[in-house]
């Protein structure tokens, strides 16, 4: 899809960045001086602009509050050695919002708004990206529906939106995670594989009662059988068995995580095992019991790698390795960070430049 729209600047009188250490702020609490705005309507979109960061005008009856018409990426700039500031596989964000948006019945945004706007607004707003050693900036691109109408149907009018926030860890320690054999996050068939803004809602009753136990995330199952494990809060989740890296391989109910898919890759140039298919818990457990369960971590774009250190499941805590012993997900942690920080050669063409 082509767009010929013009995006127009308007700058801020006066950075706010000198308020904050841009280092050392919480993670998604304080965004950055611009946010980029493209507006659709009659069938096309129509203008695109960037602003002072600043709140959304709308009605009470607009589509995406009411009707959940509602989707969004998360992705990271990088600030290297020298003080310039690259995307990490942003294409790879911008097709899966296209994905998102064909599923939910909205209008896919064109490459030239997403990845031009995109540009525009990181170029501007590098002075937030830190420069810390597990420093970012976490950039939020997100599509809702804006009729003012009541009445379920797809929405005639929409934003698309960029916002960004310096980003520091996600997790300040490695998390226990508690198997969920009750609720669930996705089925056949239905919006788990793209990220529809309801699939986290539904997450969060769950996750809330999982932590009141002392866990920090959830792992999900299947819907049908509860046996086979999918994913983890906002990681895909990956395991050294044995020395085979294993993941559950993708399906309707699991997002295709860029993380996942850049950590396979690494993982396969290393010339490693790498096994995409069904992961049962009785696997799971059965490894650990053995010994044999080396390293269990999720992977993401907020988290990076999540070390694991137990896994609760029917009243029983199957613990793992002391994480330095973890030779693979360190490795992969410590490459990523590497590539992002220009320290190692990017043979994958993951990074692209922005100034
Ligand atoms: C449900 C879910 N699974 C997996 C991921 C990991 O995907 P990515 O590596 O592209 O961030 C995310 C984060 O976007 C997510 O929300």
């Not at 919002?97 to 490459?111: C, D, I, L, Q, T």
């Not at 300040?172 to 198997?179: D, F, G, T």
């Not at 002392?214 to 046996?227: A, C, F, K, L, P």
Request: net charge neutral.
């Amino acid at each position: 899809m082509t767009s010929t729209v013009e995006i127009k600047v308007n700058k801020i009188a006066k950075s706010r960045v000198g308020e904050y250490d841009v280092n050392n702020v919480p993670f998604g609490k304080c965004f950055s001086d611009h946010m980029f705005v493209a507006e659709y309507s009659d069938g096309k979109w129509q203008k695109a602009y960037i602003e002072p960061y600043a709140d959304i005008p709308m009605s009470y009856a607009m589509s995406a509050l009411h009707y959940g018409q509602a989707i969004f990426e998360g992705m990271k700039a990088y600030k290297n050695e020298k003080g310039e500031v690259s995307l990490f596989r942003p294409t790879a964000n911008f097709q899966r919002m296209n994905k998102s948006a064909v599923r939910m019945a909205m209008p896919e945004v064109p490459e030239e708004i997403f990845m031009g706007g995109l540009l525009e607004l990181i170029k501007l707003d590098k002075d937030w990206v830190p420069s810390s050693e597990t420093g970012s900036l976490y950039i939020r691109p997100f599509l809702i529906a804006t009729d003012e109408a009541i009445g379920v149907k797809a929405s005639d009018t929409y934003k698309f939106v960029i916002i960004t926030c310096p980003a520091g860890k996600y997790y300040s320690e490695p998390i226990r995670v508690l198997v969920e054999t009750n609720y669930i996050r996705a089925v056949e068939g239905g919006v788990g594989n793209v990220k529809a803004a309801g699939n986290y809602g539904r997450s969060l009753y769950p996750t809330k009662l999982a932590q009141q136990k002392g866990y920090q995330q959830e792992i999900w199952t299947d819907s049908m059988t509860h046996s086979f494990v999918e994913e983890s809060g906002t990681m895909n989740l990956m395991f050294v068995i044995d020395g085979t890296v294993v993941t559950p391989k993708l399906s309707d109910t699991i997002l295709a995580g860029i993380t996942r898919d850049s950590v396979l890759t690494l993982a396969r140039d290393w010339g490693m095992n790498v096994e995409e298919r069904k992961v049962s818990l009785k696997e799971i457990e059965e490894a650990q019991q053995v010994g044999k369960l080396n390293e269990a971590f999720g992977v993401g774009t907020a988290a990076t790698i999540a070390h694991i250190v137990a896994i609760g499941h029917n009243g029983k805590d199957y613990e793992l390795p002391a994480v330095e012993a973890r030779k693979f997900s360190n490795k992969v942690d410590q490459t990523l960070r590497d590539i992002r920080k220009s320290r190692a050669e990017d043979k994958h063409k993951w990074m692209l430049k922005v100034i």
